[in-house]
Nanobody, 114 residues
């Protein structure tokens, strides 16, 4: 089983930046991909960005060119750099790890103060 701990959420102005971190522990050898979903108030959870163990990345159209996902294998940590934040980026961001099963973090609030 994989445990995920997120950090880095907060309140920023439109156009600002945030960096989210997701540290994995446990059965990390089983992980094939990690990434981030977000859930805005009253909406379904949606995929924001993903990265595979082969360093392939995928982004939602709404964040392409503004968000960047990366990983530090030595630290077993995945990062989501969010730039040029917009009001519609507001929501709870959940880290996930996909292996034999799916694991989820507790969620971190990424907000826009507009």
């Amino acid at each position: 089983q994989v445990q995920l701990v997120e950090s880095g959420g907060g309140l920023v102005q439109p156009g600002g930046s945030l960096r989210l971190s997701c540290a994995a522990s446990g059965s990390i050898f089983s992980i094939a991909a990690m990434g981030w979903y977000r859930q805005a108030p009253g909406k379904q959870r949606e995929l924001v960005a993903a990265i595979t163990t082969g360093d392939s990345t995928d982004y939602a159209d709404a964040v392409k060119g503004r968000f960047s996902i990366s990983e530090d294998n030595a630290e077993n940590t995945v990062y989501l750099q969010m730039n040029s934040l917009k009001p519609e980026d507001t929501g709870v961001y959940y880290c996930y790890a996909q292996g034999g099963t799916w694991s989820w973090g507790q969620g971190t609030q990424g907000t826009d103060s507009s």
